[in-house]
Nanobody
Framework: QVQLVESGGGLVQAGGSLRLSCVASGSISSINAMGWSRQAPGKQRESVASITSGGSTNYADSVKGRFTISRDNAKNTVYLQMGSLKPDDTAVYYC??????????????WGQGTLVTVSS
């Protein structure tokens, strides 16, 4: 089986920075696009950022210019560098990807989530 594990969440003051990491492990053949989503209490889950295997990125308007997504293919890891954090960024952050475990075969995998709390 394959899995994703997030880390790096915590409590930070408004205006501060955090870097989230998500490591894939298991029987991995390849990983294409990877992404980050978040969910705050009482709100719908929101896609935050995504990155393709070729490095093409996409961001939600709410985080554009403040967050940066990147990946290290050799380490099967995707990162989310978050800066200029606002209280509205408070949420549980999840990484997600379709992970190929053999040619033409993949499974959609979600991490367990990591909590980011931004104080005002």
């Amino acid at each position: 089986q394959v899995q994703l594990v997030e880390s790096g969440g915590g409590l930070v003051q408004a205006g501060g920075s955090l870097r989230l990491s998500c490591v894939a492990s298991g029987s991995i053949s390849s990983i294409n696009a990877m992404g980050w989503s978040r969910q705050a209490p009482g709100k719908q889950r929101e896609s935050v950022a995504s990155i393709t295997s070729g490095g093409s990125t996409n961001y939600a308007d709410s985080v554009k210019g403040r967050f940066t997504i990147s990946r290290d293919n050799a380490k099967n890891t995707v990162y989310l560098q978050m800066g200029s954090l606002k209280p509205d960024d408070t949420a549980v952050y999840y990484c997600n990807s379709n992970i190929y475990y053999s040619v033409g075969r993949y499974v959609e995998v979600w991490g367990q989530g990591t909590l980011v709390t931004v104080s005002s």
